[in-house]
């Protein structure tokens, strides 16, 4: 009995720690790389309106170093969502997310980092507070989506672990109460059973030690005391 209810409550707790790990891999993970993405971005979009503004003229080399950084910072961060096994729904807003970002980068970035090479600032800003608002706004919502979806996938985890925990407990507390029902059992019932049939041939051995072989020995059992 002891040997299930230990089994019983390692398989619990095996479930318990699957329901952490995916908690984890499939929410928390995720979640923070879908923060860190739109971080990113924004990063990028001030980095746009620097190209689009003169007195940031002399930093155009440092600037572009930096949006190269931001860029592939991003650019590891999708490919990395992109390896996760979301379900449907959710990857279908990854490649949308991926499809976006891949239009601002050789569409929009590229068009205001070549109007501040030529100096046009004025199309570098309209440029930026334009098709880069744009598509900074449908990368936000699709940010918010694919949040709002996590977000219930973590419940739905959270859910599941809360069930292994409380799981693990009845069975505690199941196994407990049972064992101690087999252990009074075993007290009060078993163990004058077993002990009765030894003490009486005990009284016999000793009469018949002292040369009392007149006892009658009764047996209504056919077991090893029989």
Not at 171 to 180: A, D, E, Q
Request: no cysteine.
């Amino acid at each position: 009995i002891s040997a299930l209810i230990a089994v019983s409550n390692l398989f619990q707790s095996q479930q318990m720690t699957t329901s952490k790990a995916a908690l984890y891999t499939e929410f928390i993970d995720p979640n923070d790389h879908v923060d860190e993405v739109y971080i990113e971005f924004q990063k990028i979009q001030f980095i746009m309106l620097k190209f689009s503004i003169a007195e940031f003229a002399d930093y155009f080399n440092d600037n572009i170093k930096a949006y190269n950084y931001h860029k592939e910072k991003i650019d590891a961060l999708l490919d990395s969502l992109q390896n996760h096994n979301f379900n449907e729904e959710v990857g279908a807003k990854l490649a949308e997310v991926k499809s976006i970002w891949e239009e601002y980068k050789f569409i929009v970035a590229d068009a205001i980092i070549s109007s501040s090479a030529s100096k046009s600032y004025d199309m570098a800003a309209i440029i930026a507070t334009s098709s880069g608002e744009e598509v900074g706004n449908k990368l936000v919502e699709q940010f918010e989506e694919i949040v709002g979806q996590l977000q219930l996938k973590s419940q739905e985890l959270n859910s599941d672990f809360q069930q292994a925990e409380e799981d693990l407990l009845f069975f505690l507390v199941s196994g407990m109460i049972l064992g101690t029902l087999v252990l009074l059992f075993s007290m009060f019932y078993l163990a004058p059973k077993i002990s009765k049939p030894i003490k009486e041939i005990l009284h016999i051995l000793e009469e018949f030690a002292l040369g009392n072989f007149d006892i009658n020995i009764f047996s209504k059992s056919k077991d090893e005391f029989g």
